[in-house]
């Protein structure tokens, strides 16, 4: 299968189980890969052929920024339908996303999850 992907995409939102996450808030990275089948748009040239990555960049920001979970699971859960129910032609997704700076102590780049959906 074709693929689409957004790379570290970065928002501000406020999920976190702990209450300050829930206040304070934080930058979250998006990674999200699509699987479409892409030959038509390969041979046609025409944006309505294809999934237009800039909404699915806004799909996933409306969701981050406008919205409050405990948990990044089920963020990315939300993400993953939103993008199921907007973009048909969309079969899979894998989405990925990471907390740079959770309230945790140690020396790490970031934490996160990756959910893999298929229709």
């Known amino acids: 299968m074709d693929k689409i992907f957004l790379k570290d995409c ?13 206040v304070l808030g934080q930058i979250f990275v998006v990674d999200c890969e699509l ?5 038509t748009a390969s041979l046609s040239d025409q944006l309505s052929d294809t999934v237009h990555y800039g909404m ?5 920001k409306e969701r981050v920024e406008n919205e409050k979970y405990q948990l990044i699971e089920r963020l990315a859960g939300a ?3 939103d993008i199921f129910d907007h973009y048909p ?3 899979g997704i ?3 996303i990471k ?13 996160g999850i990756t959910l893999e959906r298929h229709r």
């Open 35 to 39: 699987e479409v089948d892409l030959l």
């Open 56 to 60: 699915v960049f806004e799909t996933i």
């Open 10 to 22: 970065r928002f501000y939102g406020y999920h976190g189980a702990l209450a300050e996450e829930q």
């Open 99 to 111: 907390k740079e700076n959770p309230p945790i102590s140690g020396h790490y780049a970031h934490v």
């Open 94 to 96: 894998t989405l990925t």
């Open 89 to 91: 032609t969309v079969m």
């Open 79 to 81: 993400i993953c339908k």
